[in-house]
């Protein structure tokens, strides 16, 4: 297929397709920040979790590479420790597998890239109902596997060999699998075919890296129900990593490709192509000589180059996996009418040409373009973007006492040498969200045990100074709530008078709301490090663990919305605020009290963006119920908590809500 247009218009519309693909993408900047966020958070986790729990976990998915559109999701892999897989019976003298459970992956009743996998000790497996007995051997099932460990909560679906999920907002695909620590000797031609692409440095970290057993068997096996299926996901985010930004925003083109364009109108059953296939058209374009030139001037024609691979794979109803070619990964669902239809689409879209691409609506979008906007102002867009960033993966979930403290000396051991960078920033950030884990942790410590009390008054109190010494304003909230919840009344106000004058400051950054008219001041924020301007202009959503108990108002929410399997409950910080004011002056001045409670109201009426998010407004409408049900106002309090029923079901607190409006009714009954 040759071009209609002369060079020149060519590469003219190379250049707009590719700098619409740095609005929607990121810069490399922007990419290599969102990779490191994650990276870091996962080994700290990693480093933490390691002595405490029986398994390991792997990450990866479109976020894991770097993208965030609407519906990029999260993989995690979870394997067991004292489970590995291996490739033959002579791998089984090697020195590191002398411990633990060993299965050998038996491939020769399966397709490719398909097996099932033998137990060399069948009588020290305890659960009899995982295996089954073929070909004179023992083999574990893939189907009881999935049914044993994966075990589906509250909005969740098996899909696939994963459990599919929505967790803090975010997609995530959950897999229960096994890991092999050898590169699979069906896929020994990985290396000799990847002359071009990637470098051998990168090609040797992959086939030193570990692959995973998934439990899922090959639809036209003869053994489905108990087949397992190589994983290379974690090859595939190091292929990934190692693309430039051209090439990775090519991948991102044909990913929105796939999903507004060859999909579109489609019902799920009805797609053949997925994500896993464009990846994989990806892989192997750059791995055909692509790699040479997909440059900002070539990058219409290296998108024209994978699109009409894939039309190719379609029309020969054959995708060869990237890593074993012999496992054709169209084979089940490409074919009869469903190809034809398929083809006839992907002819229709051959048929217009590469300039296709500019009758798309996300490449006809008019917005200013990212370039010219960032030779205006570098501050705004990278500002916002780590805001969000840091807000949702740079915390770590909730971990018990002991792990806490071990993270704590983790951090402190290896801490990062660019003291600046993002890995510093995650640290620092980790280490005060652990400090304030361990601060409350304490306190319910002490009460539970009083023989043991001295000294964790004193050790707890020690703790949440830090925290605020080190931490943002959302920090400083957070010790104004220990205050309150030892009964320092003075002292809660005293830090939260100051909290309030720091929030009010115009270069403080809320729920990633950045005032253009004062973004010159961010950057002349006290201290202009990378790490103080987060820390000093950055206002984060206050993070309650619902396994933590932090003060007796909120105790009903968080075990509503623990039982509704949800691990956190997100609160907007001068909500938390006026809501911790009202209490402390409830027990010195009754006057001050009724003052932060219409201040609390009015707050929950005005259109301050910058103090509000309609992501948490469940809470918020609730967090003023409460304190108007306290103190007396009974149908205002109902109002409100009618209110926080009418939001999205963010916090899962809504059994909450109904138990506190029977109460309120109850009450009212009374009177």
Same mark, same amino acid.
């Given at each position: 297929?040759?071009?209609?247009?002369?060079?020149?218009?060519?590469?003219? %519309?190379?250049?707009?397709?590719?700098?619409?693909?740095?609005?929607?993408?990121?810069?490399?900047?922007?990419?290599?920040?969102?990779?490191?966020?994650?990276?870091?958070?996962?080994?700290? &986790?990693?480093?933490?979790?390691?002595?405490?729990?029986?398994?390991?976990?792997?990450?990866?998915?479109?976020?894991?590479?770097?993208?965030?559109?609407?519906?990029?999701?999260?993989?995690?892999?979870?394997?067991?420790?004292?489970?590995?897989?291996?490739?033959?019976?002579?791998?089984?003298?090697?020195?590191?597998?002398?411990?633990?459970?060993?299965?050998?992956?038996?491939?020769?009743?399966?397709?490719?890239?398909?097996?099932?996998?033998?137990?060399?000790?069948?009588?020290?497996?305890?659960?009899?109902?995982? *295996?089954?007995?073929?070909?004179?051997?023992?083999? $574990?099932?893939?189907?009881?596997?999935?049914?044993?460990?994966? &075990?589906?909560? *509250?909005?969740?679906?098996?899909?696939?060999?994963?459990?599919?999920?929505?967790?803090?907002?975010?997609?995530?695909?959950?897999?229960?699998? $096994?890991?092999?620590?050898?590169?699979?000797?069906?896929?020994?031609?990985?290396?000799?075919?990847?002359?071009?692409?990637?470098?051998?440095?990168?090609?040797?970290?992959?086939?030193?890296?570990? !692959?995973?057993?998934?439990? %899922?068997?090959?639809?036209?096996?003869?053994?489905?129900?108990?087949?397992?299926?190589?994983?290379?996901? +974690?090859?595939?985010?190091?292929?990934?990593?190692?693309?430039?930004?051209?090439?990775?925003?090519?991948?991102?083109?044909? =990913?929105?490709?796939?999903?507004?364009?060859?999909?579109?109108?489609?019902?799920?059953?009805?797609?053949?192509?997925?994500?896993?296939?464009? =990846?994989?058209?990806?892989?192997?374009?750059?791995?055909?000589?692509?790699? *040479?030139?997909?440059?900002?001037?070539?990058?219409?024609?290296?998108?024209?180059?994978?699109?009409?691979?894939?039309?190719?794979?379609?029309?020969?109803?054959?995708?060869?996996?990237?890593?074993?070619?012999?496992?054709?990964? +169209?084979?089940?669902?490409?074919?009869?009418?469903?190809?034809?239809?398929?083809?006839?689409? $992907?002819?229709?879209?051959?048929?217009?040409?590469?300039?296709?691409?500019?009758?798309?609506?996300?490449?006809?979008?008019?917005?200013?373009?990212?370039?010219?906007?960032?030779?205006?102002?570098?501050?705004?867009?990278?500002?916002?973007?780590?805001?969000?960033?840091?807000?949702?993966?740079?915390?770590?979930?909730?971990?018990?006492?002991?792990?806490?403290?071990?993270?704590?000396?983790?951090?402190?051991?290896?801490?990062?040498?660019?003291?600046?960078?993002?890995?510093?920033?995650?640290?620092?950030?980790?280490?005060?969200?652990?400090?304030?884990?361990?601060?409350?942790?304490?306190?319910?410590?002490?009460?539970?045990?009083?023989?043991?009390?001295?000294?964790?008054?004193?050790?707890?109190?020690?703790?949440?100074?830090?925290?605020?010494?080190?931490?943002?304003?959302?920090?400083?909230?957070?010790?104004?709530?220990?205050?309150?919840?030892?009964?320092?009344?003075?002292?809660?106000?005293?830090?939260?008078?100051?909290?309030?004058?720091?929030? =009010?400051?115009?270069?403080?950054?809320?729920?990633?709301?950045?005032?253009?008219?004062?973004?010159?001041?961010?950057?002349? !924020?006290?201290?202009?490090?990378?790490?103080?301007?987060?820390?000093?202009?950055?206002?984060?959503?206050?993070?309650?663990?619902?396994?933590?108990?932090?003060?007796?108002? $909120?105790?009903?929410?968080?075990?509503?919305?623990?039982?509704?399997?949800?691990?956190?409950?997100?609160?907007?910080?001068?909500?938390?605020?006026?809501?911790?004011?009202? *209490? !402390?002056?409830?027990?010195?001045?009754?006057?001050?009290?009724?003052?932060?409670?219409?201040?609390?109201?009015?707050?929950?009426?005005?259109?301050?963006?910058?103090?509000?998010?309609?992501?948490?407004?469940?809470?918020?409408?609730? %967090?003023?119920?409460?304190?108007?049900?306290?103190?007396?106002?009974?149908?205002?309090?109902?109002?409100?908590?009618?209110?926080?029923?009418?939001?999205?079901?963010?916090?899962?607190?809504?059994?909450?809500?109904?138990?506190?409006?029977?109460?309120?009714?109850?009450?009212? !009954?009374?009177?």
């Amino acid at each position: 297929m040759s071009f209609n247009s002369p060079l020149r218009d060519e590469e003219l %519309i190379s250049k707009q397709v590719f700098e619409r693909m740095v609005d929607i993408v990121g810069t490399s900047h922007i990419v290599a920040n969102r990779r490191e966020i994650m990276s870091m958070t996962e080994v700290l &986790n990693r480093s933490a979790i390691k002595y405490d729990v029986p398994f390991r976990i792997a990450t990866s998915g479109s976020m894991g590479e770097g993208f965030r559109f609407e519906e990029s999701d999260m993989d995690v892999m979870e394997y067991p420790d004292g489970f590995q897989v291996i490739w033959d019976h002579s791998q089984n003298q090697h020195k590191s597998f002398s411990e633990g459970e060993i299965f050998v992956f038996d491939g020769s009743h399966s397709p490719p890239g398909y097996g099932l996998l033998q137990i060399l000790s069948p009588e020290e497996l305890n659960s009899s109902k995982l *295996l089954f007995v073929k070909y004179g051997n023992s083999y $574990l099932s893939s189907t009881f596997w999935k049914k044993t460990f994966l &075990n589906p909560i *509250l909005g969740s679906r098996i899909h696939g060999p994963c459990i599919s999920s929505n967790l803090e907002c975010l997609d995530f695909d959950y897999a229960e699998c $096994l890991i092999s620590r050898c590169w699979p000797p069906m896929a020994s031609t990985f290396l000799s075919r990847c002359q071009l692409w990637p470098n051998p440095q990168t090609l040797q970290d992959i086939v030193n890296k570990e !692959c995973h057993l998934v439990p %899922i068997g090959h639809k036209l096996g003869n053994h489905e129900e108990e087949e397992w299926m190589i994983s290379f996901s +974690l090859a595939e985010k190091a292929l990934v990593y190692s693309m430039n930004h051209s090439q990775f925003l090519l991948y991102g083109l044909m =990913k929105l490709f796939l999903k507004e364009i060859i999909n579109k109108g489609l019902d799920e059953e009805e797609e053949i192509l997925c994500s896993y296939h464009i =990846k994989t058209a990806i892989f192997w374009t750059l791995l055909q000589g692509s790699s *040479l030139e997909c440059c900002q001037r070539k990058f219409l024609k290296c998108f024209w180059v994978c699109f009409k691979l894939v039309t190719k794979w379609v029309y020969e109803g054959v995708c060869p996996n990237f890593f074993i070619p012999e496992n054709n990964m +169209l084979l089940t669902k490409c074919h009869g009418s469903a190809q034809r239809k398929l083809f006839c689409r $992907l002819n229709a879209i051959y048929d217009v040409g590469p300039t296709c691409i500019l009758n798309w609506l996300s490449m006809q979008d008019r917005s200013p373009s990212l370039y010219s906007y960032l030779r205006g102002n570098t501050n705004d867009l990278y500002i916002k973007e780590l805001y969000n960033e840091l807000a949702v993966f740079a915390l770590p979930r909730y971990l018990n006492f002991q792990t806490c403290v071990r993270m704590l000396k983790s951090i402190v051991k290896s801490a990062p040498s660019n003291r600046d960078g993002i890995s510093a920033l995650v640290a620092r950030m980790t280490y005060v969200s652990m400090l304030q884990h361990v601060a409350f942790q304490l306190l319910s410590l002490k009460k539970e045990d009083y023989t043991r009390d001295n000294n964790f008054d004193e050790l707890s109190c020690l703790a949440i100074m830090q925290t605020a010494k080190l931490g943002s304003v959302s920090d400083l909230i957070f010790r104004a709530m220990y205050s309150y919840r030892v009964k320092k009344y003075p002292e809660a106000l005293f830090i939260l008078k100051m909290a309030k004058v720091w929030l =009010k400051q115009p270069y403080m950054i809320h729920f990633g709301y950045l005032d253009t008219e004062y973004s010159s001041e961010i950057a002349a !924020c006290p201290g202009n490090s990378l790490l103080e301007v987060v820390i000093k202009s950055f206002v984060f959503s206050i993070k309650l663990e619902n396994p933590i108990f932090y003060i007796d108002e $909120l105790f009903t929410e968080q075990e509503h919305s623990r039982k509704n399997h949800w691990s956190t409950i997100f609160i907007p910080p001068f909500v938390l605020l006026l809501m911790l004011e009202f *209490l !402390c002056y409830r027990h010195v001045d009754t006057q001050r009290a009724q003052h932060a409670l219409d201040e609390l109201f009015d707050l929950m009426h005005s259109n301050q963006d910058s103090y509000l998010t309609s992501v948490f407004q469940d809470i918020s409408w609730q %967090i003023l119920g409460i304190c108007q049900e306290m103190a007396g106002n009974l149908k205002v309090a109902l109002y409100a908590y009618m209110n926080s029923l009418e939001e999205p079901i963010v916090n899962r607190i809504r059994s909450a809500t109904l138990q506190r409006i029977q109460s309120v009714k109850r009450r009212m !009954c009374r009177i």
